[in-house]
């Protein structure tokens, strides 16, 4: 069973403050790495994706791949208060394969 | 910018009926997905759909469900005889080829069963 864990939170930091958001998941083979943002009742917005080792970077969003250690992780600079959603990690095998979610952690950006 | 549809955006249907739900994927791509997210649970793999045929599906999809694309635009989910467990959020996902994995969610098909 391929398994995708994140810590659920609520994850609470303060306006302009970095937030940190952690998954790991158990298939050594999955080869495309996403996170989507979920507000509640409505369904995931891909905030970015990530194939290879290291770090991609969008905006105030940067992605972490490590392969080896099975880690994926997003950090989010200058949080906002809109930024306050859940947070689902989604792990892929090869092209236009299905995808394996985690359960999401919750994040809330205090003002 | 190009979006996938759903339809409807809620239903409400008691047990043992049958249920349809309706998606109209971006009109350039190739590869069609439901996924269901149950209240508080995570988003979950139902069916992919490629070249007018089940490319593959999960445990979850019974023989209760099927999936077909009755033309060139709709990709529909009908649950024949539905039972309480199936009350969840099905969510419809389109790709436009294979050189990427980047899914594009319609906004959702609410359903309760009563």
């Known amino acids: 069973q391929k398994e995708v864990e994140q810590n659920s939170g609520p994850l609470s930091v303060p306006e302009g403050a970095i937030a940190s958001l952690n998954c790991t998941y158990s298939?050594?083979?999955?080869?495309?790495f996403f996170w989507y943002r979920q507000y509640s009742g409505k369904s995931p917005e891909l905030i970015m994706f990530?194939?290879?080792?290291g770090d991609k970077e969008d905006g105030r969003f940067t992605a972490q791949l490590n392969k080896a250690s099975q880690y994926v992780s997003l950090l989010i600079r200058d949080s906002q208060p809109s930024d306050s959603a859940t947070y689902l990690c989604a792990v892929g095998g090869g092209t236009a394969s299905k995808l394996t979610f985690g359960t999401g952690t919750r994040l809330q950006v205090t003002l | 910018e190009p979006e996938v549809t759903q339809t409807p955006s809620h239903q409400v249907t008691q047990m043992g009926q049958e249920v349809i739900l309706r998606c109209v994927p971006i009109s350039n791509h190739l590869y069609f997905y439901w996924y269901r997210q149950i209240l508080g649970q995570k988003v979950e793999f139902l069916v992919s759909f490629y070249n007018n045929e089940i490319s593959e599906k999960s445990e979850i999809f019974d023989d209760q469900f099927s999936v077909e694309r009755p033309d060139g635009s709709n990709f529909t989910l009908k649950i024949r005889s539905t039972k309480l467990e199936d009350s969840a959020m099905y969510f419809c996902?389109?790709?436009?080829?294979?050189?990427?994995?980047?899914?594009?969610f319609g906004a959702g098909s609410r359903l309760t069963v009563l």
């Open positions: 298939d050594r083979g999955s080869q495309s």
């Open positions: 990530i194939y290879s080792n």
């Open positions: 996902a389109s790709l436009i080829n294979s050189g990427a994995n980047v899914l594009t």
